[in-house]
């Protein structure tokens, strides 16, 4: 119910409406304390968004020439051409923004302090001197009543003792013995009665006053006392409720000029444009440019040659082989390139889609994979043109003439007893790869022979074919194996004319210092680890090593050449482990190095730096339990 009156609804409670009416003033005491706070923390604020601003915009000024006309200009600048890029208008208005908003932060203190802090302090002074104005009245109603009861007590206090005295004299009356005596008794007596009686109608007038004193207190100074209280704590309230609207008309201005801030900035970056920025840049860096002229072939200072390829029977036995190797690496990339360009082709158009509706997903992602597809493809295209080159080049040589088309399939090999070169006919012996074996015919070779070797493998055609069939049947296995591994890469695919002559006699290398890749062609090798170095440094600073189950590049700085291995005929010094492993397919030798497996069977691996899982390219280095040592591919088997 609403529009009810203190006087009427809360008689005689001036106390209880006297705390109310201090508790609104509490209210407002700690409301203005909240705001003086509030605008110390807008000016600390303040002070830290300009020392922020002047900061930034300083190192702004440093950074602006750097990225709108580069570091080393051809063309003068002004200030006015570093104007005119759009990315640092862009950020000259956020700095502008900012140095506004802290001055945005400061006028708000003051008007805050001002226009709600001040008047509500002057409000609270306001009101409290209103508040002991109305207590001071009340105090004296009190006291007015108060009177009036008192003057009622002692007239009734006189009237009592009146009332005694005519009892008292009376019975003097009565014991008056003489007429002289009676007589002045009696007058006293009569006396003492109209006394009496005055002291009773005083009595009566001063209980009809207090009577009357009590009814205009409690039914009209006090109700209207008490309306008085209602009404100034009203205009308390709805002064407060005035303020503290200001107080949100301040702050909500104050947003407006942030939101105005912000709208500037907002509309400056849509001005954004990379390519107008971009011809500003050109205009200023346009320099003299001429590609690098081709080289050409520089014949020995000691020994004069011409710049035609040498077609002689032997080497061209070399650039057959090699065509063939080109020709097939060639094969395997051509299905690569073309998968990766479908790849890239759909990722196109999955940005297209996902930049134009984002609720279908993240098209920064989308853009993220689009370049590393088109890495791969850059990559691809760069082995795609090296094989392309080598075939051109080597089939405009030899024309037709590409020789026996049964080449061999060649392995890595360790040789623990001298074995002689099926081409140079000289001995091929040690520990660390230093030959290659034919898995068809079991024709033995240096590393360095491998391409001299006309491709006339003379093995039946039937085991020739078992034999491919039986390596199609590792690398298939190998292949779900490492199914998550990286792409291959160019170098899988291509290699150059040095690479392919170099002797692989994979020397031994031990790491010096721990290297963690950062690229899919790099290797993560610990400090200290034993590898082999399958590519020396060409000149480029890295090498390539194997760690016995990866190969990959490290800084050829990292790593420090052991000597080579030992060449003596004593060989299979290498003794078990203690580690074995258990076959999970069958395996059937292709040569006398291999160990054939068997399902569940268990070999125990070899020791020492180049055996067990250490002897590299896929392979493992083992003893089975006929004390027979052998290789096998390390896909066929696990860690038992």
């Not at 109608?201 to 207190?217: D, E, G, H, R, W």
């Not at 200072?301 to 063939?324: C, G, I, R, W």
Request: some cysteine; charged content about 25%; hydrophobic content about 35%.
């Amino acid at each position: 119910m609403s529009g009810q009156k203190f006087g009427e609804t809360l008689p005689d409670q001036v106390d209880r409406i006297s705390s109310l009416f201090d508790a609104h003033l509490h209210l407002l005491v700690e409301v203005r304390e909240l705001f003086r706070e509030r605008t110390a923390l807008e000016r600390e604020y303040a002070t830290k968004l300009n020392a922020l601003t002047k900061r930034a915009a300083e190192k702004r000024a440093k950074l602006t020439a750097a990225f709108v006309v580069g570091d080393e200009p051809t063309k003068a600048y002004t200030e006015t051409t570093l104007g005119q890029n759009t990315l640092n208008a862009a950020f000259n208005e956020i700095i502008s923004s900012m140095t506004d908003t802290a001055q945005g932060h400061v006028n708000l203190a003051d008007s805050l302090n001002t226009q709600v802090v001040d008047v509500l302090k002057a409000v609270e002074r306001k009101q409290e001197e209103l508040k002991k104005k109305e207590m001071t009245f009340f105090q004296r109603l009190l006291t007015e009543r108060d009177r009036a009861y008192a003057d009622r007590l002692k007239a009734k206090q006189k009237y009592d003792e009146e009332c005694s005295e005519v009892e008292t004299v009376r019975q003097k009356q009565v014991r008056a013995s003489d007429d002289r005596h009676a007589d002045r008794a009696a007058k006293q007596a009569e006396q003492q009665r109209i006394d009496m009686l005055n002291s009773k109608n005083v009595y009566l007038i001063s209980t009809a006053i207090a009577n009357n004193v009590k009814a205009k207190f409690y039914n009209k100074d006090l109700p209207a006392l008490e309306d008085q209280f209602q009404i100034i704590q009203s205009r308390l309230v709805i002064r407060f409720a005035k303020i503290l609207s200001h107080s949100v008309a301040l702050q909500a201005g104050h947003m407006d000029a942030l939101k105005s801030h912000l709208a500037n900035v907002e509309a400056t970056l849509a001005q954004v444009d990379p390519a107008r920025d971009q011809d500003i840049f050109i205009e200023h860096n346009i320099r003299p440019f001429q590609a690098p002229s081709d080289w050409a072939f520089e014949p020995c200072v000691n020994h004069y040659d011409t710049d035609e390829m040498s077609v002689e029977p032997a080497p061209k036995v070399f650039l057959q082989n090699k065509l063939s190797r080109s020709r097939a690496k060639l094969q395997e990339l051509d299905p690569l390139m073309d998968g990766k360009r479908r790849e890239q082709d759909k990722l196109v158009d999955l940005f297209v889609a996902y930049d134009a509706d984002h609720s279908l997903g993240n098209h920064e992602d989308i853009s993220e994979d689009y370049l590393d597809a088109n890495h791969q493809v850059i990559s691809y295209a760069t082995s795609e043109c090296i094989l392309k080159t080598e075939m051109e080049l080597i089939s405009a040589a030899i024309g037709d003439d590409e020789g026996d088309q049964q080449p061999h399939s060649f392995k890595s090999s360790s040789f623990s007893i001298p074995t002689q070169c099926g081409y140079c006919k000289t001995s091929i012996w040690g520990l660390s790869k230093q030959g290659k074996t034919c898995r068809a015919c079991n024709l033995s070779v240096h590393s360095k022979c491998e391409l001299k070797v006309p491709a006339d493998c003379k093995h039946s055609e039937h085991e020739r074919k078992s034999a491919v069939s039986r390596l199609s049947t590792t690398a298939s296995r190998r292949s779900v194996d490492h199914a998550a591994a990286a792409p291959p890469t160019p170098s899988a695919f291509a290699h150059s004319v040095a690479e392919e002559t170099y002797e692989q006699s994979y020397q031994s290398a031990r790491m010096l210092f721990d290297f963690t890749p950062t690229s899919e062609f790099e290797l993560q090798v610990a400090e200290g680890a034993v590898v082999q170095v399958i590519e020396p440094d060409d000149g480029s600073g890295w090498v390539k090593v194997s760690d016995g189950e990866n190969a990959g590049l490290v800084p050829a700085s990292y790593v420090e050449y052991e000597d080579a291995a030992p060449s003596g005929g004593g060989g299979g010094s290498e003794e078990g482990s203690g580690q074995y492993v258990r076959g999970i397919y069958a395996y059937a030798s292709g040569g006398p190095d291999e160990l054939g497996l068997d399902v569940g069977e268990l070999v125990e691996l070899t020791s020492g730096p180049n055996g067990g899982q250490q002897y590299g390219d896929g392979w493992w280095q083992g003893i089975n339990s006929s004390g027979q040592k052998g290789i096998f591919p390390s896909n066929y088997v696990e860690l038992a």
